[in-house]
């Protein structure tokens, strides 16, 4: 790797662990902006795939499913991560499009894709990347996949108008496989990983709080929700987490090989 993307990338990861076990959303949009300046990106997107039936063999996409995704810019005129969530429920139908298959070639390894490498000229032509890509100005994308464990993905998207640059491509990968930690609080976060169910995005705020010094009163004012209701969302963590106290939620945040 040369010293030039060294210089670039060994700041942004310095960055990154400053950033609290309860800030996962605001460090991952941090992450996305600076590597979209850095290669020249118009947006960037997270998405955490986890793998339900690895053995049914009639499925095109190998029982992997997209657990969560957040989006670094929404994208005209869905609010929030609502265009990509279209994309998503595409991917859930098995309505299968070429541009599904990419992420599962060579599935389980470190690994980039991306549109204008791999694939076919007539795809740029066809109803799926007009209405999906062509639209909203993605000339080209570049997707970053690190595996976790055999059931459990990390990928990171990134847009742009452009076709990408190779050298652009080997920065996003620099700066990507170096920090599997961050991939797995992300993942974490989201209620994927270790725990036996995805968390709802309510749930996903209340996880922020939990790992603060907030109280289950204060977490209900800030997400706008009763105490009660609050205290639901807490139990319901801990259980899909298998913990049982906010003491064994952290550790898991602490415990590498968790």
Request: hydrophobic fraction near 45%; charged fraction near 20%.
């Amino acid at each position: 790797m040369s010293t030039a993307i060294q210089d670039l990338v060994h700041p942004l990861w310095d960055e990154l662990s400053d950033f609290e076990a309860s800030q996962p959303v605001k460090a991952a949009a941090h992450l996305m902006s600076r590597l979209c300046c850095l290669a020249e990106a118009a947006n960037a997107t997270w998405a955490g795939a986890i793998r339900f039936d690895a053995n049914n063999m009639k499925d095109p996409l190998q029982g992997w499913r997209v657990g969560a995704v957040q989006a670094l810019h929404p994208v005209v005129p869905h609010p929030d991560e609502g265009h990509f969530k279209e994309i998503l429920r595409i991917w859930d139908r098995r309505e299968i499009d070429p541009s599904f298959l990419l992420p599962l070639r060579d599935v389980g390894t470190f690994r980039t894709y991306s549109f204008r490498r791999e694939l076919p000229a007539e795809w740029f032509e066809s109803a799926f990347y007009q209405r999906h890509y062509g639209s909203v100005g993605t000339h080209d994308a570049v997707f970053v996949a690190f595996p976790l464990n055999e059931g459990c993905e990390s990928h990171f998207g990134f847009y742009s108008g452009r076709t990408f640059a190779d050298e652009e491509i080997l920065l996003l990968a620099y700066a990507l496989r170096g920090i599997k930690w961050f991939h797995r609080h992300l993942m974490l976060a989201s209620g994927l990983t270790v725990a036996n169910a995805p968390l709802t995005a309510a749930e996903r705020k209340v996880l922020q709080l939990l790992l603060t010094r907030a109280s289950e009163k204060e977490i209900g004012r800030q997400v706008g929700v009763a105490t009660s209701t609050a205290h639901q969302h807490v139990t319901s963590i801990f259980r899909k987490f298998g913990v049982r106290s906010r003491a064994e939620l952290m550790s898991l945040w602490l415990n590498p090989g968790g």
